[in-house]
């Protein structure tokens, strides 16, 4: 069965320091993998998409990194603010499938 | 640009009520998903479409209804609540099997 585990659940930081999120996986064949962020009460936004042959993107103070012999990924965050607080959620596709596996999200905490 | 929109944001049901929660989108996307958010789990799949007249089950499907006769709709169906579908609901649509784009969601309470 194909799984996606995230860790850590949670994770406290000040203001302006920098913290790494990580994600690893079991899917196979592997086609995607995605980061999304998730403010409470509201849907996922999308932070960075990548696939078999990019091992990183970043997309402002975010930078994913995928190591897909490992099947290993993470999120880094840099000089963190405080609407950074939110939920990160991994998520990744299988080739030929049209349903994705998604990781329980880690739970980010910004302190001023 | 309104992206995937969704109603209501809040419904309370009475056990074996039914209802329809309504999600569109603008993006003339060919797949769309939905997705049950309960505290602790991930997003788990409900139902999906890959085009207008096609829908497949997802992970959990059972007592939950979809079609799509268009390419912007997608609505999902509860035939006869029950406090297990208490949950939040997300609609969400892609290009392919890329980038998912998601409504704001549903809270849904059965009582």
């Known amino acids: 069965k194909n799984q996606v585990e995230q860790s850590p659940q949670s994770l406290i930081i000040l203001e302006g320091k920098n913290c790494t999120l990580q994600?690893?996986?079991?899917?196979?064949?592997?086609?995607?993998l995605r980061w999304y962020k998730q403010d409470t009460g509201r849907g996922p936004v999308s932070l960075t998409i990548m696939t078999f042959s990019e091992n990183t993107k970043s997309n402002g103070r975010y930078t994913a990194t995928l190591d897909a012999d490992t099947k290993q990924s993470s999120l880094h965050i840099t000089a963190s603010q405080l609407s950074d607080s939110a939920s990160y959620i991994c998520v990744v596709s299988e080739g030929g499938s049209y349903i994705p596996t998604f990781g329980r999200g880690t739970s980010l905490i910004v302190h001023p | 640009n309104a992206g995937v929109t969704q109603t209501p944001k809040f419904q309370v049901l009475k056990t074996g009520q039914s209802m329809t929660l309504q999600c569109a989108q603008d993006m003339n996307h060919e797949y769309m998903s939905w997705y049950r958010q309960d505290p602790g789990m991930g997003l788990r799949l409900i139902h999906y479409?890959?085009?207008?007249?096609?829908?497949d089950q997802g992970e959990v499907p059972n007592g939950y209804n979809v079609s799509r006769s268009t390419t912007e709709d997608f609505p999902l169906r509860l035939l006869s609540a029950a406090p297990s579908q208490t949950s939040v609901y997300f609609c969400?649509?892609?290009?392919?099997?890329?980038?998912?784009?998601f409504g704001s969601g549903t809270r849904l309470t059965v009582v």
């Open positions: 969400a649509s892609s290009r392919d099997r890329g980038d998912y784009t």
């Open positions: 994600c690893n996986y079991t899917v196979s064949p592997f086609s995607n």
């Open positions: 479409s890959v085009g207008a007249g096609i829908t």
